[in-house]
């Protein structure tokens, strides 16, 4: 019989970490802010997750929201939507967290060196798209154009305030947003993301496009990138799962044959073809 | 897939055992360690349970209900043990354990040879990895019933290798040849001591299975390359009730949850996991309500594909042993073997019409 002689690790123990910052993005959001015992380094790259844990209320998939170039801490935005993320909603600064991980492939970035970024946000999908769009302004000339598109169901959800000023600001980010539902005070755009991507002036051949937002948007948008005819090889989606274990084991996030948790949850659009449940 | 040959079999030494050298080989076995065995549970039910008296074990038996992947894999196990005021941990401590399963069909090893590789790649667990070592398998030749269909799925009644010694039944009064699969085997052998070798070469008696699938198992995977959008699985769908029984009996399913109790003072508590299955309604749905695989049809095929898809790309191994178990069990009556032969008859189709 095969040999079982391999070097196996216990793949559940959470790293109890400090909560060193709580903030309220708008009624269902916060960002918390979060240390490794020792300021370990969590040593992620844009578009991993972690496992977080609170004991009594279990464990959940949480995208990282923050560069790995801001270390040693990092970043978690967490909707209220569950058993563990409504108990974090309670939790304060120097409160602790179990984390494991990071998990999952993270976005190519080698791929996007040299090549103008377009950043397609539905929803809390700016969420682990800013881990990569901090990524790449804070190494802004390994890059060209960065366009940030964002999309959300109306004002009140619109994540990252402080941050869109400062991209809005900067004259090296084309920066648009769009609500579907404005409200009395909004004058931007109004209509869903997809309204965004018909006006750009692209060079389609070189610009490299990530998809982050809910289920129901990657359709849509892809079929708005084809009218503009990107290359499917520019494209990449980020891919919402249940990956309970992280490690390739419990069969929650499997697309087909393929473990969100170890093949994704970043998947270049090519592959996400050959996956009949992907999208 | 490294078979034990025929041609390889007749170079092993072989031995003669009757009803009662066996029944004194169990209870020889017993004095050296945990003897895990097939018994009576109920009527014409059988399990795999603790030996505490030789003359408990089954050696005729059809299939035990549940497959041996309860001792590696617990439907329900500790992970951590918490303390909810101090938030610390403790990590449950997994010791190996020297263990002997005996009478074991060959498809029941070959399911864990199937799990071991699941547990192995990517990230090897210690969970279960640890619990597996130390096992020791003694096998037993086995009569198909009308569910069996192992043979259809690559494992032949002489498919031996991994199990240390091989009883194979040559009369109606109990009376086996054993075959010396391995060194473990021959040691247990010598020093029970007290049966002769046969010089007479035989072979392991050949098996009639009535229940076929009618493609050779090689070609098994390519026929799942044609037919994901079959209407196979519709049909399926109309008469399963979604139960996850097949889940749960499945000797290479895996899948598990996880999940965190507090003890009535409120301050300790464990996280334990325990088996799920992809069959159940809620699988694949996310925190935010989604439902990757909402209908039956989709659990249906995505259950049907990880026996012969999925992972069998990578581990080039079916990983359905035949047993039979989710066709015997199945409240709905839902056959496995007439599915396959389904999709081998609209895949045919397919080919014609191309």
Known sequence: METLNVEKKNLYNPVISEILKVESLTATEKRFEIALPKSAMLNHKPGQFVEVSIFGFGEAPISICSSPTRTPTFELTVRKTGRLTDKMHELKAGNALGIRGPFGNGFDIEKFKGKDILYVAGGIGLAPLKSLIDYTIDKRNDFKRIIILYGTKNPAEILFPKEIEEWKKRSDIEFYITVDRPDDKWKGNVGVITTLIPPLELDVENTIVSVVGPPIMYKFVIMSLKGKRIPDENIYLSLERRMKCGVGKCGHCQINGSYVCQEGPVYHYPRCKELEEAI | ?354
């Open chain 2, 1 to 354: 897939m490294n078979d034990v040959t025929n041609s390889k079999l007749k170079k092993l030494k072989q031995y003669a055992f009757d009803k009662d050298s066996t029944l004194k080989f169990i209870e020889f076995l017993m004095q050296k360690t945990e003897v895990i065995a097939p018994q009576n549970k109920g009527q014409a039910s059988y399990s795999y349970e603790i030996v505490k008296d030789a003359k408990d074990v089954v050696l005729d038996y059809p299939r035990t209900i549940q497959p041996l992947k309860k001792f590696f894999l617990p439907p329900v196990e500790d992970l951590l043990a918490f303390d909810l005021n101090a938030n610390t941990y403790q990590e449950e401590k997994i010791e190996a354990k020297d263990k002997i399963f005996f009478g074991i069909h060959n498809y029941e090893l070959e399911g864990i040879k199937r799990l071991d590789y699941s547990f192995k790649k990517g990230n090897p667990e210690s969970n279960y990895l640890t619990r597996r070592e130390k096992s020791m398998f003694i096998g037993i030749s086995y009569e198909p019933d009308s569910y069996h269909f192992s043979e259809s799925v690559g494992i032949p009644a002489d498919k031996i290798d991994g199990f240390c010694l091989f009883f194979d039944k040559i009369s109606n009064k109990s009376d086996y040849m054993v075959f010396v699969v391995d060194e473990n085997g021959q040691k247990l052998i010598d020093s029970f001591g007290k049966v002769n070798e046969v010089k007479s070469k035989a072979e392991i008696t050949a098996k009639k299975f009535q229940n076929k699938v009618k493609l050779h198992y090689n070609r098994i995977p390519q026929v799942f390359d044609h037919v994901y959008k079959s209407k196979v699985w519709d049909k399926v769908a109309e008469r399963c009730v979604g139960c996850g029984t097949c889940n749960l009996l499945c000797a290479t399913c895996y899948c598990f949850d996880v999940r965190d109790e507090i003890e009535i003072n409120a301050k300790d508590g464990k996280r334990t996991r325990f088996w799920d299955g992809c069959m159940l309604n809620t699988f694949a749905e996310v925190a935010g309500g989604e439902n990757f695989r909402e209908k039956l049809n989709q659990r249906t095929r995505h259950r049907l594909y990880r026996k012969f898809k999925y992972i069998t790309d990578h581990s080039g191994e079916l990983h359905c042993i035949g047993c039979g178990r989710c066709s015997k069990y199945c409240p709905a009556d839902i056959s496995i073997v007439e599915i396959i032969n389904s999709l081998i008859d609209d895949y045919t189709t397919q080919q014609k019409k191309n």
